[in-house]
């Protein structure tokens, strides 16, 4: 299990950031996810062996975000 922090812009409510934390909830080897829109924050914490970083970040910016390495 890795936890990595994302930096995210576009996020401007509590929406989005339900928006986000659904999205990748979605995905099963994603177990915990926390989301500060106020910081552009997403940590996500998930099984590395399934899922990437660069996968966590292309479902983010599906939504219309922008996903960075924090
Ligand atoms: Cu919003």
Redesign the pocket.
Known sequence: MKTTTFNVTG??????AASVKRVLLRQEAVKDVEVDYTANRVTATYDEQIINEEAIMDAINKLGYQAGLA
Do not use: K
Not at 11 to 16: I, K
């Open positions: 996020m401007t409510c509590g929406g989005c």
